[in-house]
C-alpha cells in the first residue's frame, strides 16, 4: 500500500519540493511528499527504520530521477530523504530560476539545513543514524559541506557519507579551456544570473539506452545553469580536486562507488581524493568496471544497489550475517 503527502518546505523566501521513501505496510516501500516543518506524514512505517540517509542529487536532475533506486533503499529499511535544489526540478516556479542556484555559501547551507531538519525533527521518533549521499556535483556539494569547519557539530552527528561519481574534477578531454574558466568567472560576478546551457551529453550518463532516452524526454532536465551557478561549481571541484578541501576527524566514514568509464566525472580525480583523506579511518571504495556516470541507472544498478545496502546497514550494526560484503579500504 502505498499512502502520499504532498507539499513543499521553505528556506527563507524559497520553497523547496521534497520526497521521502519509507517501507509502508505489508513491507511494501512507499514515498511521500513532505512539507519541511509545516506538515508531517501521519502514517508511520510498520517495522523499525534501520537508517536515515539524505539524498543530494546532480546537474540538471532531480529526485525523481531515482524512483527506481530508492524504493529498493527503502524496502531494505533505509528510509531516503531528497529534495529538488534551488534551480532544479519541481522546486523551479518559473523559467528564470532554471540553474538559479547561488554561490557556493547558499548551495552548502541548504545542504546543511536539509541534514538539520532529518536528524531533529523527521517526525517518525527514530533513533536510527543518518547517512548522506551525494551523486555527480551533489557529491561535490556534500564533500564540501563535510569539510567546511562551520558544520564540524553538524557533521559530526552524520554516521557516514556516500559519494555516487562525484564530481571532483573533469575526465581527461573533457576539462573546459582556461580561457572559457576565466571569461566564465569575469562575467558570473557581473551578470551573476545570467543563463547559459551546459549539456552533459546523455550517451554520458548510462549504457541503458532507455535510461539515455529517457534523460533526453525529460522537460526537468534543462541543462541549464547561471554564470554565477557554474563559476561556484568550477570553484569547487577546483578545491576538491587541488586539495584544498580535506576531510578532518568529525567525519566518522566514508564511501566512493565510481564507474571506471565515467566521461561525465573523473574516476581517478575521485579515487585520488578519497585516498587522501588520512584522517578519515573508515573509508571504502568499490570501482565497478566499465560502468558509466548513473551507477544507479546503469547495467550494475543491482550490484551497486546491494553495495550501498550493505555499507549502510554494516554501519548501523544491523546487518544480515546472509550478506557478504565485499569493501576495498583505500
Avoid at 554561490?103 to 531533529?120: E, Y
Avoid at 573533457?174 to 562575467?187: A, D, V
Wanted: aromatic share 10%; glycine share 8%; charged share 25%.
Amino acid at each position: 500500500m502505498s499512502t502520499t503527502l504532498e507539499g513543499h518546505f521553505r528556506r527563507g523566501d524559497t520553497s523547496f519540493y521534497s520526497k521521502t521513501w519509507t517501507v509502508g505496510h505489508e513491507g511494501k516501500p512507499r514515498f511521500t511528499f513532505s512539507c519541511w516543518k509545516i506538515l508531517t506524514d501521519p502514517l508511520q512505517p510498520e517495522g523499525p527504520i534501520a537508517a536515515k540517509l539524505v539524498f543530494v542529487h546532480g546537474f540538471s536532475e532531480h529526485i525523481n530521477r531515482y524512483n527506481d533506486f530508492f524504493p529498493k533503499l527503502a524496502a531494505k529499511g533505509i528510509q531516503v530523504f531528497g529534495w529538488d535544489q534551488r534551480g532544479w526540478g519541481r522546486s523551479v516556479a518559473q523559467p528564470a530560476q532554471r540553474g538559479l542556484t547561488g554561490p557556493t555559501s547558499l548551495v552548502v547551507s541548504d545542504v546543511a539545513a536539509f541534514v538539520k531538519d532529518k536528524l531533529i525533527s523527521d517526525g517518525d521518533g527514530s533513533s536510527a543514524p543518518l547517512f548522506v549521499m551525494g551523486h555527480s556535483m551533489g557529491g561535490g556539494e556534500v564533500l564540501t559541506f563535510a569539510a567546511d569547519p562551520q558544520y564540524t557539530d553538524l557533521v559530526k552527528q552524520v554516521r557516514g557519507w556516500i559519494l555516487e561519481c562525484p564530481f571532483v574534477g573533469f575526465p581527461p578531454g573533457e576539462e573546459p579551456s582556461s580561457i572559457k574558466i576565466y571569461l566564465g568567472r569575469l562575467f558570473g560576478r557581473i551578470f551573476p544570473r545570467q543563463q547559459l546551457k551546459h549539456v552533459v551529453p546523455p550517451q554520458y550518463l548510462s549504457r541503458d539506452e532507455k535510461i539515455v532516452q529517457s534523460v533526453r524526454d525529460d522537460p526537468l532536465c534543462h541543462d541549464t545553469g547561471t554564470l554565477e551557478g557554474l563559476a561556484s561549481l568550477l570553484d569547487r571541484t577546483a578545491a576538491l580536486s587541488s586539495g584544498q578541501v580535506q576531510l578532518g576527524k568529525q567525519v566518522q566514514s566514508v564511501m566512493l562507488a565510481h564507474g571506471t568509464e565515467d566521461r561525465a566525472c573523473s574516476y581517478d580525480a575521485a579515487v585520488k581524493f578519497i585516498r587522501e583523506q588520512q584522517d578519515v579511518a573508515d573509508r571504502t571504495t568499490k570501482t565497478y568496471k566499465g560502468a558509466f556516470h548513473q551507477l544507479h541507472a546503469d547495467h550494475c544498478k543491482e550490484e551497486f544497489t546491494t553495495d550501498i545496502v550493505e555499507w549502510i546497514l554494516k554501519r548501523t550494526h544491523k546487518l544480515s550475517s546472509a550478506i557478504e560484503t565485499f569493501e576495498a579500504k583505500l
